[in-house]
């Protein structure tokens, strides 16, 4: 809108620029005026008249021109009024009119313009009285402060780093309308697309406003539907399986891919092309995708167009190599693609990855592998040749390092599979990652890059970590179903002065367990490829056993102070074993005041298998163990395989005599490719007695949960049973009013399978990761103990191993009781079920709900197993 020539009441002509021009088209990019805020008065400095301020501004034009005739168009005087914080020179600076120029409507025009473009003024008028100008002009207010209301769903500091406006600044519309801008693009970047924003002023004095953002929220805008037209060889479900963004429904709470994302839907597009490709659909392409906000701009519909053309075969598939160690009929095997199958872009893409890492197994870092087509729309063929490019033989130049604050260099450089002048091998370098991410120093997104060293057979192994915090303080709080209440402290640190080592100190106290814990390793003793450690503990644990109404009644107490020295060291890559001696005092004890009669442990009271095992005994143990690990991740593996063999033998030199023999293996693998993870492993393990001893009650075997889901705490094996006798001489057939005595075993084997479960991208976000599983165990190789009682009402009782020895009443026992040796079989449990581990942040959780499908008598089921800890 341009400015219009008037003139006043005094008929004095003047430019005005209209103030509507000014004024935002939309109600929502215009700041409303809000009431002004009450302050307490403050008194105004006396300014002088505008008159006065006009006559001094034209006494400081000196040289300005009398009106006569010869001067008309001329500028003769230029006065400025209506400045605060400006100086009126500042004013003149934007006009371009300066006394003596020549000047026109078009020149004051331009001058007017030219003040509403400094952005400094509100309002302005050019007044013309025969080559007297004035100036009229009201400043723009200073910022006083930035309000932001409303900001819930984002924090308010982020809305912050959007808005350019700040205190101390001169307020414009302009820059308000671009910051409203800002803040709606990162609500919509947020996926909340039926977010506003109102600006509103608050008047002050000084010429001075508070610039307040109002903003309502509103919901995330989700994805309503998703349409696809064009599609023929599939349908509509099925497609929509393969991308990322998914329609919202009520039960996907635990995913954000429902709401509407325009990244998301570029992936999408990616997604769908790659899933016709590798179906055989060569020429698929998107023709469209359009995303329609609702009415309520609560959700959006988006449709795709899709073209989905025709679907090839294989035809004749070849290998061509310019390197002199790579033959094409000696490396032809390694296509597995074969003339006649379904087109499949992914089997492209695996084959140039497998002659990839062929050739950098061979040296070759840069190998060139290109796929080149040739397309038959005839006969629906695509035949493929491999060629394989001419490159140099790489060397490593270099090992860099970088990221590491705290962590040494050497400490790094040492998991390195390659050093400087070795030739180049790629699966070295993918080793070199997975052990550096094993160390547990770093984030899971630590990164060697391969960057061209000074000549062409040259490469730089660049290693880009960031490390995470390795020392642990911890005190916890919790309830399990195991050990009711538990409370522990620690202190770890597992990158000791940022040389590798760990060093840490615990103890717990809970309803049946106390222990304090100290130990020390280095795992590098001297910078060479040797571990050395030690532990020293102490372990308090009363055992106890189930009595009526599934309480718990403790039982034999263990004391145990000692010592342990270890030390290990790589046999190969993956292979690794290790040494260590311990040395401990076992201290077994019952309650003399529930246990003992006249001094003596009372064998109807206790057991007369209890009975035997009191004492205390020295154990020696010297032990090795053989170690294999290729997993890709100790922490949370998802592929590669882990297998132990363990073996101590007590005695040497001193002590009670027996040998322990332990195997443990895992194996992991990716399923589907879509998150699922399959973990398969077995272990089982042997202890027997020589020397004439027999394997004491503390050194045995025990199983249950939670190694064992789905039963309880040493819930399977030899146990001994004792019921209680009705008056009528019956057994008391309800095992909650037993007393449950579980003996251990000497023989164990336990088999799982289990499938962990994505939850995408929220899930991983929570800590959250559920799992389906099977279990599969038995303990036994128990001699049959001596029961409590000889004699029956009858006379003698039969002493046949495994059966009923009734006990006559005595001692609280009013109907007598029996006692019953059961469990000691090899045959196999199996449970199934599910369970959720979750990383909360109050400490770890895991809960399992499964069921005991096969049992044998005497075993002790259990359906529902979780465990919980509270962190503060």
Sequence with gaps: MEAKFVRDEHGVAGWRRPLAALLLSTALAAPAVAQQRPRPPAPEPARPSAEAEARAAESRNQTALPATAANAGIVRSVVVRGTERLEPETVRSYLNLAIGDRYDRDALDTALKALYASELFSDATIRDDNGALIVEVKENPVINRIIIEGAKRVKEEKIREEIRLAPRQIFTRSKTRADLGRILELYRRGGRFAASVEPKIVQLEQNRVDVIFEISEGPKSKIRQINILGNSKFKEGEIRKQMASKQSRPWRFFTSNDTYDPDRLAYDQQKLRQYYLTEGYADFRVASVVAELTPDKKDFIVTYVVEEGERYKFGKVDLES?????????????????????????????????????????????????????????????????????????????????????????????????????????????????????????????????????????????????????????????????????????????????????????????????????????????????????????????????????????????????????????????????????????????????????????????????????????????????????????????????????????????????????????????????????????????????????????????????????????????????????????????????????????????????????????????????????????????????????????????RVPGQVAPCLPNDGFSSGFVEEFLGNTPKPRVSVGIGVNWNSPFGPFRFDLAKALVTQPGDDPQLFQFNVGTAF
């Design 322 to 798: 310019q390197l002199r160690d790579i033959k094409p009929k000696e490396f032809r095997p390694i296509i597995r693609i074969k003339e006649g199958d379904w087109y499949n872009a992914q089997l492209i893409e695996n084959t140039v990855e497998s002659l990839s890492e062929t050739a950098g197994l061979l040296g070759y870092a840069f190998a060139d592998v290109r796929p080149q087509f040739e397309r038959n729309k005839e006969d629906l063929k695509m035949n493929v040749t491999f060629q394989i490019g001419e490159v140099p033989r790489v060397y490593v130049e270099k090992v860099a390092i970088n990221g590491n604050t705290i962590t040494y260099d050497n400490v790094i450089r040492r998991e390195f599979r390659l050093a400087e002048g070795d030739a180049f091998n790629s699966i070295k370098v993918k080793r070199s990652k997975d052990r550096l991410l094993g160390l547990g120093f770093f984030q899971d997104k630590l990164d060697i890059e391969q960057k061209p060293g000074t000549t062409p057979d040259r490469i730089v192994l660049e290693a880009n970590v960031q490390e995470r915090p390795t020392g642990e303080l911890q005190l916890s709080a919790g309830f399990s179903s195991i050990e009711r209440f538990i409370f522990s402290a620690s202190v770890r640190q597992r990158n000791f002065r940022g040389r590798g080592q760990e060093i840490r100190l615990s103890g717990n106290i809970s309803s049946f367990a106390r222990s304090i814990e100290a130990g020390f390793t280095e795992p590098y003793l001297g910078g060479r490829n040797l571990a050395l450690g030690f532990d020293v503990f102490r372990r308090d644990f009363r055992s106890f056993r189930f009595t009526g109404n599934n309480t718990r009644d403790t039982t034999y107490t263990q004391v145990s102070t000692g010592f342990q020295v270890r030390t290990g060291f790589s046999i190969t890559e993956f292979w690794a074993a290790s040494l260590r001696y311990g040395l401990s005092r076992e201290e077994i004890g019952l309650d003399e005041s529930i246990f003992f009669t006249n001094g003596v442990c009372d064998p109807l009271r206790a057991g007369r298998f209890l009975c035997e095992q009191l004492g205390n005994r020295t154990v020696s143990t010297i032990g090795y163990s053989l170690l294999y690990n290729s997993l890709n991740n100790v922490r949370l593996p998802s592929a590669g395989q882990r297998f132990s063999f363990n073996q101590d033998i007590a005695g040497l030199p001193i002590g009670i005599k027996f040998i322990t023999t332990r195997a443990n293996y895992d194996w992991f693998t990716p399923l589907f490719g879509t998150g699922f993870v399959l973990n398969l492993g077995a272990e089982g393990g042997y202890v027997t007695g020589y020397g004439g001893q027999d394997v004491i009650l503390t050194n045995r075997f025990f199983l249950g949960q939670p190694q064992f889901r789905g039963f309880n705490i040493r819930g399977v094996g030899p146990r001994v049973l004792r019921r209680p006798l009705n008056l009528d001489g019956t057994i008391v057939q309800d095992r909650r009013q037993a007393l449950d005595d579980a003996l251990g075993g000497r023989a164990y084997y336990q088999a799982r399978a289990e499938i962990r479960i994505p939850l995408g991208s929220a899930g991983s976000e929570l800590g959250i990761r559920p799992s389906i599983f099977a279990d599969v165990g038995a303990l036994w190789s128990l001699k049959s103990p001596t029961l409590t009682c000889q004699d029956g009402p009858s006379g003698p009782a039969p």
